[in-house]
C-alpha cells in the first residue's frame, strides 16, 4: 500500500484510540479506587449510545442541541453508575471480589434486557454530527471530519483527567485510595462517598465514549459484550488505575489494528499473510507479550495481593454421613432420569447438559478455588477438548473411544504450554493473560476454515452405535463422577494441601519447601485436562462444535457456576452448574427477557449468600451440629 494509505490508517487508529481511551479510562478510574474488575462497564457504555441517540432525536438538529445531546446521555449513566454503586456494590465490597465480580456480570444481563425492552431488538443509527459530517482530502484519501475531531476530543479528556487527579483535593484522594484505601480511612476520609464520586465518574466517561459513537456505528445490544474485551486489555496493558497508561495502551493497540488494515495481504516468503485477520487478535497478542514481560503493565505498579497472609481460606472438611447420603440419593435420581424418558422427553437431554457443566465447572474450580488461579479463558480448554476430539473422529479417523481419551490430552498439552506464563502473574493479571491465550485460540478457530470449519464449525460427530442413546448419557454420568472422586481424593492428598498452602500464602509455602510455582502449573494442567475432557463429551452429545465453545462468554459462564455455586467447598462448583443450566433452561422459555430475570436471581444470591449457594448449606449444617 502507498505511504497516503499509511497516513489514513495512522489517522483512523488515533480517531479509534480515542474511543477506546474514554471507556478504559473510567473502568481504570474505577478498579484502581475499588479493585473492582467492573463487568457492567461496557453496559454502561452501550447504554450511553442509546440514551444519546433517543435525545439527540429530539436535540440534534444543531450543533449545539447535538453536543448538549451527548452531555446529558453522559450525564445520565453517570447518575446511573452512581445509584449502581450506592444501592448494589457498596453492600458487597467486603465480600471476596470473584463475588464482586459476579454482581457486575448479573447488571450485564438486566441492562441488556432493559436495552431490549426499551428500544427494541433493532440497530438504531444516529444522526451525523451537525458541522461535521463531511470528509476531507488527505493526498488521494477522504478522511470523516468528524474522526479528527475524536482525535482532538481523546487527548482532551486526558488532559481534564490529569487536571482533576493532580490539581484538586478530591483527586489527591482519589490517588491516595488507589495506594492505600485503609490509611485513607485511617484519616477520617469518607471512603463511601469517595467510591461512589468515583464510580460516577468513571461511567460518565464510559457513556461518553458510547455517546460519541452515534455518528459512526448504530446502537446495537452487542455492544456491551464486544467493547468490555477490548477495555479490558486497554486497562490491564497500560496498568490497572493508570490513566496515562490506558491512554498509552489504547494508542498502541488501536494503531497495530491500523497497521494490519494498511498491510493487507503481503506475500513472505512464498506464503499469502492476511493480516487483516489479525485485528481479531492482535490486541490479545499484545497484551500477553506485555503481560509476559511486564506482569503489572505498562505504566502500573504492582498490585498487593488481595488475599493476605494469616486469613486462609475455612479449611475443607470431608463430608459427614448426611451428606454421603444425599450424593447417593443425587447419583439415584441422575441414573433413572433416562427410565422417564416416556414420561419426561427432555430430562435426560437436560441431565446431559448438566454433567457435561458439572465437569467444566469442577475443573475450574480445581485451579480457582484449591489454587486462587482466577481464569477469565477457561473455554479454551473445553473449546481445544471437544474441537480435538472433533477432528480426530472425524478427520484422522481414529475412533470415538480414542478421541474422547485424546480430549484431555491435547487440552493438557495446551495448558501446560499457556500455564508456564501464565502462573507467573497473579489476581487480575494472570486472568486477563488466561483470556488472552482463549481469544488466540479463538481466533485461529474462527479464521481457520480449511481445518476448523470456520464459523461454521464441525458436525456430524455423533457416538457410535455400540455407545449412542442412553449408553452414551450412563457413560457421561460415569465419567462425571469419577472426575469429581478424583478431584475429592486430590484435594485431600499431600499435593491438595500443598495448593493451597500456596493458595492461601505462597512465601510461607516456600519457606517450607514447597515448589509453589510447580504446584500451580500442576494444577493448571490438571484443570486444563479435565476442561478438555468436558469438550470431548459435549462434541459427542451435541453432534457438532463451533468457535462459541471458546469465547469470553463460555469462560464467564464457568465463573458464575463456580461463584454460584461457592468457590470454599468442593460440592460448590456441581451446585452452582447445576443451578446455572437448569435456571437458565427454565428462564429461556418462560419470558423473552430471560436474561434480565436470570441476572437478577444471580444478584439475589449475590446479596443474600455470598459465600454461595453450596457454602451458604454448609454453614448452615456446621450452626445447626454446634447447636445440637
Known amino acids: 500500500?502507498?505511504?497516503?494509505?499509511?497516513?489514513?490508517?495512522?489517522?483512523?487508529?488515533?480517531?479509534?484510540?480515542?474511543?477506546?481511551?474514554?471507556?478504559?479510562?473510567?473502568?481504570?478510574?474505577?478498579?484502581?479506587?475499588?479493585?473492582?474488575?467492573?463487568?457492567?462497564?461496557?453496559?454502561?457504555?452501550?447504554?450511553?449510545?442509546?440514551?444519546?441517540?433517543?435525545?439527540?432525536?429530539?436535540?440534534?438538529?444543531?450543533?449545539?442541541?447535538?453536543?448538549?445531546?451527548?452531555?446529558?446521555?453522559?450525564?445520565?449513566?453517570?447518575?446511573?453508575?452512581?445509584?449502581?454503586?450506592?444501592?448494589?456494590?457498596?453492600?458487597?465490597?467486603?465480600?471476596?471480589?470473584?463475588?464482586?465480580?459476579?454482581?457486575?456480570?448479573?447488571?450485564?444481563?438486566?441492562?441488556?434486557?432493559?436495552?431490549?425492552?426499551?428500544?427494541?431488538?433493532?440497530?438504531?443509527?444516529?444522526?451525523?454530527?451537525?458541522?461535521?459530517?463531511?470528509?476531507?482530502?488527505?493526498?488521494?484519501?477522504?478522511?470523516?471530519?468528524?474522526?479528527?475531531?475524536?482525535?482532538?476530543?481523546?487527548?482532551?479528556?486526558?488532559?481534564?483527567?490529569?487536571l482533576l487527579l493532580t490539581r484538586t483535593r478530591w483527586g489527591t484522594l482519589i490517588r491516595a485510595a488507589t495506594q492505600d484505601r485503609e490509611m485513607l480511612g485511617a484519616l477520617g476520609v469518607n471512603q463511601a462517598w469517595l467510591f461512589t464520586g468515583v464510580f460516577a465518574l468513571g461511567a460518565f466517561l464510559a457513556?461518553?465514549?458510547?455517546?460519541?459513537?452515534?455518528?459512526?456505528?448504530?446502537?446495537?445490544?452487542?455492544?456491551?459484550?464486544?467493547?468490555?474485551?477490548?477495555?479490558?486489555?486497554?486497562?490491564?496493558?497500560?496498568?490497572?488505575?493508570?490513566?496515562?497508561?490506558?491512554?498509552?495502551?489504547?494508542?498502541?493497540?488501536?494503531?497495530?489494528?491500523?497497521?494490519?488494515?494498511?498491510?493487507?495481504?503481503?506475500?513472505?516468503?512464498?506464503?499469502?499473510?492476511?493480516?487483516?485477520?489479525?485485528?481479531?487478535?492482535?490486541?490479545?497478542?499484545?497484551?500477553?507479550?506485555?503481560?509476559?514481560?511486564?506482569?503489572?503493565?505498562?505504566?502500573?505498579?504492582?498490585?498487593?495481593?488481595?488475599r493476605h497472609a494469616g486469613t486462609p481460606d475455612a479449611p475443607l472438611r470431608p463430608g459427614g454421613s448426611a451428606f454421603k447420603a444425599m450424593v447417593v440419593l443425587l447419583v439415584g435420581v441422575f441414573a433413572i432420569l433416562p427410565m422417564l424418558s416416556t414420561t419426561f422427553p427432555y430430562a435426560p437431554v437436560l441431565a446431559q447438559d448438566i454433567l457435561v457443566a458439572v465437569l467444566f465447572a469442577v475443573s475450574l474450580h480445581f485451579m480457582m478455588g484449591l489454587g486462587g488461579m482466577a481464569s477469565f479463558g477457561h473455554a479454551a480448554y473445553f473449546g481445544m477438548g471437544a474441537y480435538g476430539a472433533a477432528l480426530l473422529f472425524k478427520s484422522a479417523g481414529l475412533g470415538m473411544a480414542g478421541s474422547i481419551i485424546a480430549a484431555p490430552l491435547v487440552a493438557g498439552m495446551a495448558a501446560m504450554m499457556f500455564g508456564w506464563f501464565c502462573i507467573r502473574l497473579s489476581g487480575v493479571y494472570l486472568a486477563m493473560l488466561t483470556l488472552a491465550f482463549a481469544q488466540i485460540i479463538w481466533s485461529v478457530v474462527y479464521q481457520w476454515d480449511a481445518v476448523t470449519g470456520g464459523s461454521n464449525g464441525i458436525i456430524g460427530i455423533w457416538p457410535e452405535p455400540w455407545l449412542s442413546g442412553d449408553a452414551y448419557y450412563y457413560f457421561t454420568l460415569a465419567a462425571t463422577i469419577l472426575v469429581i472422586f478424583a478431584i475429592r481424593r486430590l484435594a485431600f492428598s499431600p499435593f491438595g494441601y500443598a495448593l493451597r498452602a500456596v493458595r492461601d500464602s505462597p512465601l510461607r509455602a516456600d519457606a517450607i519447601g514447597i515448589h509453589s510455582k510447580g504446584v500451580q502449573w500442576t494444577a493448571f494442567i490438571v484443570a486444563g485436562s479435565l476442561a478438555g475432557l468436558a469438550g470431548g463429551l459435549y462434541v459427542f452429545s451435541k453432534g457438532s462444535t463451533s468457535p462459541e465453545v471458546i469465547t469470553v462468554a463460555k469462560s464467564v459462564d464457568g465463573l458464575v457456576m463456580v461463584l454460584l455455586g461457592g468457590i470454599q467447598t468442593l460440592f460448590g462448583p456441581v451446585v452452582g452448574a447445576a443451578s446455572f443450566t437448569m435456571l437458565q433452561d427454565y428462564f429461556v422459555g418462560v419470558t423473552e427477557y430471560w436474561r434480565a430475570l436470570f441476572g437478577a436471581v444471580i444478584l439475589l444470591i449475590v446479596l443474600a449468600f455470598p459465600q454461595g449457594i453450596a457454602g451458604y448449606c454448609a454453614r448452615l449444617m456446621q450452626g445447626i451440629r454446634k447447636r445440637a
Open 1 to 162: 500500500m502507498q505511504l497516503t494509505g499509511f497516513i489514513v490508517q495512522f489517522l483512523n487508529g488515533l480517531a479509534e484510540a480515542s474511543s477506546l481511551f474514554l471507556v478504559a479510562a473510567g473502568l481504570s478510574l474505577i478498579f484502581g479506587v475499588s479493585r473492582i474488575v467492573n463487568f457492567a462497564h461496557g453496559s454502561l457504555y452501550m447504554t450511553g449510545i442509546y440514551i444519546a441517540y433517543s435525545v439527540v432525536q429530539r436535540w440534534g438538529q444543531s450543533p449545539y442541541g447535538f453536543w448538549a445531546s451527548l452531555f446529558v446521555a453522559s450525564l445520565v449513566v453517570a447518575i446511573m453508575g452512581a445509584l449502581i454503586e450506592i444501592l448494589l456494590l457498596r453492600r458487597i465490597y467486603k465480600a471476596p471480589e470473584m463475588y464482586q465480580l459476579l454482581a457486575t456480570f448479573a447488571l450485564v444481563l438486566v441492562i441488556n434486557d432493559a436495552a431490549l425492552w426499551f428500544w427494541g431488538p433493532d440497530d438504531l443509527l444516529g444522526p451525523l454530527a451537525p458541522g461535521l459530517n463531511g470528509s476531507v482530502l488527505i493526498f488521494d484519501r477522504y478522511l470523516p471530519v468528524y474522526d479528527l475531531a475524536l482525535i482532538v476530543i481523546g487527548p482532551a479528556v486526558l488532559l481534564v483527567l490529569w
Open 207 to 306: 457513556g461518553l465514549g458510547g455517546a460519541i459513537q452515534i455518528p459512526r456505528q448504530p446502537a446495537s445490544l452487542m455492544m456491551d459484550l464486544s467493547v468490555i474485551g477490548d477495555a479490558f486489555v486497554v486497562v490491564v496493558v497500560g496498568g490497572m488505575g493508570s490513566i496515562p497508561g490506558a491512554f498509552l495502551a489504547a494508542l498502541i493497540i488501536a494503531e497495530l489494528k491500523a497497521l494490519c488494515i494498511a498491510l493487507g495481504v503481503v506475500d513472505i516468503a512464498g506464503v499469502s499473510v492476511a493480516f487483516p485477520k489479525l485485528t481479531l487478535v492482535v490486541e490479545f497478542i499484545f497484551m500477553a507479550c506485555v503481560l509476559v514481560f511486564r506482569p503489572w503493565g505498562l505504566l502500573g505498579r504492582p498490585l498487593v495481593n488481595i
